[in-house]
Nanobody, 115 residues
Framework: QVDLVESGGGLVQPGGSLRLSCAAS????????MGWYRQAPGKQRELVAG???????TYADSVKGRFTISRGNAKNTVDLQMNSLKPEDTAVYYC?????????WGQGTQVTVSS
């Protein structure tokens, strides 16, 4: 079992920045792949950014150049730096981790981009 705790969502104006953080805990004996997904009202959940065990990253086309995913200082923590936010980035953001073939999800954190 992997528990994920997210923090850092909120309300920001267009063009602003937010930083999301996620910490994984449980009986985890290695560095695990982690990522961020988001789900806007009426839309399917989509991958925003992911980071592998080796540190390679992947991004949705819509956030490339604006968002950066990185490992935190503690083992199995991940941050998502979001810059130049747009209203279309408004969604609930979910942290994801994959361990021993299973997907685990955080509770979600709301990001609202509005003036």
């Amino acid at each position: 079992q992997v528990d994920l705790v997210e923090s850092g969502g909120g309300l920001v104006q267009p063009g602003g920045s937010l930083r999301l953080s996620c910490a994984a805990s449980g009986r985890i004996f290695s560095v695990i792949p982690m990522g961020w997904y988001r789900q806007a009202p009426g839309k399917q959940r989509e991958l925003v950014a992911g980071i592998s065990t080796s540190g390679s990253t992947t991004y949705a086309d819509s956030v490339k150049g604006r968002f950066t995913i990185s490992r935190g200082n503690a083992k199995n923590t991940v941050d998502l730096q979001m810059n130049s936010l747009k209203p279309e980035d408004t969604a609930v953001y979910y942290c994801n981790a994959r361990y021993v073939g299973d997907d685990f999800w955080g509770q979600g954190t709301q990001v609202t981009v509005s003036s």
